[in-house]
C-alpha cells in the first residue's frame, strides 16, 4: 500500500488538517493519476483532494514542503570518494557499496526506507530524537558498515586505509544527514502534535492560562460551538414553526384552481425572541477573561438577533455598534483599549455602573430580556449600590452572572459577589470554554 | 492505520469500477475523455474558448473530471469563479445549468415541482373519460379500486416540472452543474445538496428515484461569506482562486479584449495590481479590468494618462470614497504604471 501518502495524511492530520477516510480515497486516486514524478502536479492534485478551506491550504504547503523537499543526497553535499576504484575480490555490505559508489540516489531511498522501518512516524517528543536515530542507522545496515570499515583496517595496506578513512568520514556524514532526518520527522510529526487534543484541551482550559496568539484558534472553536448550538437551534425551530391551517390564505391561493384546494397554506407561529443585554467588565483585575467575554459576546452577536452590549470599568457605555461596525481583532482591541469609547479606566465600580445603567438604558429591559453580567464583582470597597441591581432585575426575565473567580473566593476580600446573588437568577462561575458553552446552551434553550 | 489504508484502497478500487459499469458512458463521453487526457490539453482547452487558466485551476479540473468529484471554489469577487464553470461547459461542448442560490432557496426551486395548473386542467379536461371510466361501477369502492388501475398518472413524469438540479441528472450527453454562490443558500439546503453531490440521484416520493444518466460535472462557489460546513467540503475537491499575477492577467485582458495594444495592457493591468494594494472598500474584480480595457479601447487610447484615468476612474471603482483614496495617489499611481515595460 501507499506508504508515503499513509504517512503525510498522519502529518497533515497532525498539523491540525482534518482529513476523512473519504477524501484519503479521494488523494489515492489523485495519486495513480498523478504518480509521484511531478511534484508540483502531486501537490495541486493533493491540495485539491485534502485541503479544503484557506486556512488549511495554508498549512497544507507548510507541510507539503517539508515532508517531501527533505534527504534527497545529492553528489555535491556529499563527500563521495570520488576516486575511489572498487576492488573486485571484496563483497561488500549494501551500504557500504552505495557509498563506495556514490550513489546519491540509491542512497536517499535506503535513508527513506530505512525510516519507514524503524517507524519513525511514531516519534513525538524530542527525548526520543536518540533512540530513533540509532533505529534508523541499525535498519540502514551501520553495524555492516562498520564491519567492513574494520576489516579494511585489519588489511591494513596504504590503499585499504585510505579507503577506510574515506569510508569513516563519509560515515560520519551519513550519520549527520540522519540526525537531520529525525529532527526533520519529528518537526512533521510531534511539533503540533498538542493540536490533536487542543480543542478538548482549550475547551477545559482555565481562560486566564490561554494567550494571546491562542486567539485565533479559539474564535475558530468559538464559532464552531456556537455553529452547532444555532444549528440545533434552527432545526427546531424550522419544525416548530408550522402552526394549524390558515383558511384564508389556502383559499385565496387556490382561486386560480377553481377552489379546489391544491396548494395550503399554514400559519407560521410567532417565536418569541428575547433580547439578550450582556453586560461586561473590563477593568484590569478580569482582563484576560474578557478577551474571551468579549470573544463570545461577538460571536453570539452572530445568531442572536437583538443583542446590546454594554462595557463598564468606573463608568458603563454601549458597544453593540462596535460589534458589527468593525471586525473582530480590531473590535476587540477597541473595547479593551477603551479607544474611542467614553470610559474611564480607574478602578471597577460596579456600583456607578448599575447606576448608569438604571438611568440611561432601562428602557431597554423587558419581561423578555435576558440580563447577563460578566465581572469578578470585585468593587475596590465602594458601594455596591444592590438597589440598582435590584432595579434591573425586577424588571428583566432573567439575570445571569457569570463570574470568573471560584465560587468559594464570591465574597472574599473586596468581592460583593455575595450580595449581588440574591438578584440573580443564576450565578455561575465561568472560567472555561466548556462553562461559557453550557451558559450559551442554556441561554439559547429557553429563546 | 495501514489497515484502514488497505480498505479504503480496496473500496475507492471497487467504487471507480461501479460507477465505471453503472454509468455507460457514451461516444461523447469518449470524446470528453480525449480532451481530458492530460493537464495540458485541459489548460489549453480552456484557453481555446477563452479562460486563461493557472496550472492550479486546470489541475483541478482534470482531477474533478476523473475523480467524478464536484469542485468547490473560493476566492475573492471577480476572480473568475463562475467565469470557470461556463468554460467548461463550452469546452466540453455540453450545456451550463445554473442554480443561482439565495437564502430561502427550497427543493421546489432546485429540484422539481409538480405543474398544479396542468395537472388540474387535465383533470377537468379528462373529466368525461374518468366519468365513463368509473361509470360502471355502482359503489364508491369499486370505482376507487377502478381507479387504482390507473395509478398515478397526473404524478408522472409528463407533470414533472424539473428545476436545475434535476434536469443536470437528465441530461444524457452530461452538463455543468454550476451551483452559484451556495454560501448564500441556508444549512438545510446545504445538507440537500450532500445527496446529490455524493450519489448523483434525487428521490421523488411519488415516482422513485432519479438517478443521473452521466455525471454531471459539478461547480460549486462561494464567497464565503459564511462558512460551510465539513460535510460539504469532504464532498467536493477544494479549488481556491485568489487574484491573477500580472503576467495572467495581463493576457486574460489580451484575450478578452481585441484590438488592444500590448504596451496600453501592461499599463493598465499595473495600475490595477497597484489600485489593489490600496487600502479600499471594493477592490477591482478582473471582469471590471476588463471592462476598463474595452472602454479604453473604445476611446482610441495608445498610453493611460492622468486625466484619462481619472475620467474612466469611475469603471473599476464603484464605491464614492475609494474613488477618493485614489484620486488622491493617481500622480504616483499612473507614473508607476507607465514604467511598466511590457
Known amino acids: 500500500m501507499d506508504r508515503i501518502l499513509e504517512n503525510f495524511i498522519t502529518a497533515l492530520r497532525r498539523s491540525g488538517v482534518r482529513v476523512s477516510i473519504a477524501e484519503t480515497m479521494d488523494a489515492l486516486q489523485a495519486v495513480t493519476l498523478s504518480g509521484y514524478g511531478d511534484r508540483m502536479l502531486l501537490k495541486d492534485f493533493l491540495s485539491a483532494s485534502l485541503a479544503k478551506s484557506l486556512s488549511e491550504k495554508e498549512i497544507f504547503e507548510d507541510c507539503f514542503h517539508r515532508f517531501f523537499s527533505m534527504d534527497d543526497i545529492s553528489g555535491e553535499d556529499f563527500p563521495f570518494e570520488k576516486s575511489s576504484h572498487r576492488a573486485v575480490n571484496q563483497s561488500w555490505s549494501p551500504l557500504t557499496e552505495m557509498l563506495l559508489a556514490g550513489d546519491g540516489g540509491g542512497l536517499s531511498l535506503a535513508m527513506r526506507e530505512a525510516a519507514a522501518r524503524a517507524d519513525i512516524g511514531d516519534i513525538k517528543y524530542l527525548t526520543q530524537r536518540g533512540f530513533y536515530l540509532q533505529r534508523v542507522l541499525q535498519e540502514l545496515g551501520f553495524e555492516a558498515l562498520d564491519g567492513d570499515i574494520r576489516r579494511l583496517r585489519e588489511e591494513g595496506n596504504q590503499e585499504n586505509l585510505e579507503r577506510a578513512s574515506a569510508l569513516e568520514s563519509m560515515r560520519d556524514h551519513l550519520i549527520e544527514r540522519v540526525r537531520k532526518l529525525v529532527e526533520r520527522q519529528l518537526e512533521l510529526y510531534a511539533v503540533r502534535r498538542v493540536d490533536e487534543l487542543s480543542e478538548m484541551y482549550m475547551k477545559n482550559a482555565n481562560l486566564t492560562a490561554l494567550e494571546e496568539r491562542d486567539l485565533a484558534r479559539i474564535h475558530a472553536v468559538i464559532q464552531r460551538m456556537v455553529k452547532h448550538l444555532k444549528d440545533r437551534y434552527s432545526r427546531r425551530r424550522k419544525t416548530a414553526r408550522r402552526g394549524h391551517l390558515d383558511f384564508k390564505k389556502t383559499l385565496r391561493r387556490n382561486i386560480t384552481y377553481g377552489g379546489i384546494p391544491f396548494d395550503t397554506g399554514w400559519k407560521l407561529k410567532k417565536i418569541d425572541r428575547p433580547e439578550v443585554i450582556v453586560i461586561c467588565d473590563v477593568s484590569r483585575s478580569v482582563a484576560n477573561v474578557v478577551r474571551f467575554f468579549l470573544l463570545i459576546l461577538y460571536s453570539l452577536n452572530e445568531i442572536v438577533s437583538k443583542i446590546r452590549t454594554f462595557v463598564f470599568c468606573s463608568n458603563l457605555v454601549e458597544v453593540s455598534a462596535h460589534f458589527e461596525k468593525y471586525p473582530l481583532p480590531e473590535a476587540l482591541a477597541r473595547i479593551q483599549t477603551g479607544a474611542g469609547l467614553p470610559i474611564l479606566m480607574n478602578r471597577t465600580d460596579y456600583g456607578t455602573s448599575f447606576l448608569d445603567f438604571r438611568d440611561q438604558y432601562s428602557d431597554c429591559l423587558t419581561k423578555r430580556t435576558t440580563v447577563i453580567i460578566l465581572g469578578d464583582a470585585r468593587n475596590n470597597y465602594w458601594n455596591p449600590r444592590t438597589d440598582a441591581l435590584r432595579f434591573i432585575s425586577a424588571r428583566c426575565n432573567r439575570l445571569i452572572w457569570l463570574n470568573p473567580e471560584v465560587p468559594s473566593l464570591w465574597g472574599a476580600g473586596d468581592s460583593e459577589m455575595e450580595k449581588y446573588i440574591p438578584y440573580c437568577t443564576i450565578a455561575r462561575e465561568c472560567s472555561t470554554l466548556r462553562h461559557l458553552e453550557r451558559v450559551m446552551e442554556s441561554l439559547l434553550r429557553t429563546h | ?342
Open chain 2, 1 to 342: 492505520m495501514g489497515f484502514l489504508f488497505d480498505i479504503c484502497y480496496s473500496v475507492c478500487k471497487e467504487n471507480r469500477d461501479n460507477r465505471a459499469g453503472k454509468i455507460l458512458r457514451k461516444s461523447t463521453m469518449s470524446m470528453a475523455n480525449e480532451r481530458f487526457a492530460t493537464v495540458d490539453r485541459v489548460r489549453q482547452g480552456l484557453r481555446d474558448v477563452g479562460y486563461i487558466a493557472t496550472e492550479q485551476i486546470a489541475r483541478t479540473v482534470y482531477l474533478a473530471y476523473h475523480l467524478g468529484k464536484p469542485v468547490l471554489v473560493e476566492g475573492p469577487a471577480g476572480v473568475g469563479k463562475t467565469e470557470l464553470a461556463k468554460a467548461a461547459a463550452s469546452f466540453m461542448n455540453v450545456p451550463l445549468i445554473r442554480l443561482q442560490c439565495y437564502e430561502g432557496l427550497d427543493e421546489s426551486k432546485a429540484l422539481y415541482e409538480w405543474k398544479y395548473g396542468k395537472q388540474l386542467l387535465y383533470t377537468q379536461l379528462l373529466k368525461d373519460k374518468l366519468d365513463r371510466v368509473v361509470g360502471a361501477e355502482t359503489s364508491l369502492s369499486d370505482s376507487i379500486d377502478k381507479l387504482h388501475q390507473y395509478d398515478d398518472i397526473f404524478f408522472s413524469p409528463q407533470f414533472l416540472e424539473p428545476r436545475p438540479l434535476l434536469k443536470a441528472l437528465q441530461e444524457k450527453d452530461g452538463a455543468v452543474l454550476l451551483v452559484d454562490e451556495v454560501d448564500k443558500s441556508d444549512d438545510e439546503f446545504e445538507a440537500f445538496l450532500l445527496e446529490i453531490l455524493s450519489d448523483f440521484q434525487v428521490s421523488i416520493p411519488e415516482i422513485g428515484t432519479v438517478a443521473a444518466t452521466s455525471i454531471p460535472f459539478v461547480f460549486l462557489t462561494s464567497n464565503s461569506t459564511r462558512e460551510l460546513s465539513e460535510a460539504l467540503r469532504r464532498r467536493c475537491l477544494h479549488l481556491h482562486i485568489s487574484f491573477p499575477e500580472q503576467g495572467l492577467e495581463r493576457e486574460i485582458v489580451m484575450i478578452r479584449v481585441p484590438g488592444i495594444s500590448e504596451r496600453l495592457t501592461g499599463q493598465l493591468v499595473s495600475f490595477i495590481h497597484q489600485v489593489r494594494k490600496l487600502d479600499i472598500k471594493k477592490v477591482p474584480s478582473v471582469s471590471e479590468t476588463i471592462d476598463w480595457a474595452k472602454t479604453l479601447v473604445i476611446l482610441h487610447a495608445e498610453n493611460l494618462d492622468r486625466e484619462l484615468v481619472k475620467d474612466t476612474l469611475n469603471i473599476f471603482l464603484k464605491v464614492q470614497e475609494d474613488i477618493r483614496v485614489t484620486l488622491e495617489k493617481l500622480n504616483t499611481l499612473t507614473e508607476h504604471a507607465l514604467r511598466e515595460k511590457t
